[in-house]
T-cell receptor
Framework: GAGVSQSPSNKVTEKGKDVELRCDPISGHTALYWYRQSLGQGLEFLIYFQGNSAPDKSGLPSDRFSAERTGGSVSTLTIQRTQQEDSAVYLC??????????????FGPGTRLTVL | AQKITQTQPGMFVQEKEAVTLDCTYDTSDPSYGLFWYKQPSSGEMIFLIYQGSYDQQNATEGRYSLNFQKARKSANLVISASQLGDSAMYFC????????????FGKGTRLSVIA
């Protein structure tokens, strides 16, 4: 079946602008994760959604970052007033919630964000 | 302290040879999962193999096997019969606790397969 998809694949924006990144998880996956991959910081967890529970926002680096997940499926990560340090690849992953063996996270191709 | 340590920034291996990529982890949670992902130059993270903390046997998936030494807290990835297409970044990751929790990643090892 279809994997995790993300859009856009590349985004170039000017400092101070807002951006929205979209993630479509694998159909039927109830858990959805956002990570950020940058040269200096490696792969960092940002936020995760599990079913109808309140999201775990513990990885968000500042209040300029927010995310929502509509209808338990598509998720949008929003970065307000972008800064140059926000430049990174933003990766989305999804997983089933059936237990330890089914919680393998499958990743999308990522969105490369460049803030000028 | 780092939860996942990959000490080899880069590795070279001859085509058709086996290679071991090192990973050590640190957790006090008795329940955890260990994962290896491959990231080719295209950027996508590809799941390779999973090992649960309570698994009695080492995980295997085709040419990939995981050398799990629980007492030493190591989870090394072994790739047998290396192919040119195996050239990529390889990340070790850990999930602590049961169920769906975020992954913690190591810094990765860049593997280059030489013809």
């Amino acid at each position: 079946g279809a994997g995790v998809s993300q859009s856009p694949s590349n985004k170039v924006t000017e400092k101070g602008k807002d951006v929205e990144l979209r993630c479509d998880p694998i159909s039927g996956h109830t858990a959805l994760y956002w990570y950020r991959q940058s040269l200096g910081q490696g792969l960092e967890f940002l936020i995760y959604f599990q079913g109808n529970s309140a999201p775990d926002k513990s990885g968000l680096p500042s209040d300029r970052f927010s995310a929502e997940r509509t209808g338990g499926s598509v998720s949008t990560l929003t970065i307000q007033r972008t800064q140059q340090e926000d430049s990174a690849v933003y990766l989305c992953a999804s997983s089933l919630a059936g237990g330890p063996r089914t919680d393998t996270q499958y990743f999308g191709p990522g969105t490369r964000l460049t803030v000028l | 302290a780092q939860k996942i340590t990959q000490t080899q920034p880069g590795m070279f291996v001859q085509e058709k040879e086996a290679v071991t990529l090192d990973c050590t982890y640190d957790t006090s949670d008795p329940s955890y999962g260990l994962f290896w992902y491959k990231q080719p130059s295209s950027g996508e993270m590809i799941f390779l193999i999973y090992q649960g903390s309570y698994d009695q046997q080492n995980a295997t998936e085709g040419r990939y096997s995981l050398n799990f030494q629980k007492a030493r807290k190591s989870a090394n990835l072994v790739i047998s019969a290396s192919q040119l297409g195996d050239s990529a970044m390889y990340f070790c990751a850990m999930r602590e606790g049961r169920g769906n929790t975020p992954l913690v990643f190591g810094k990765g090892t860049r593997l280059s397969v030489i013809a």
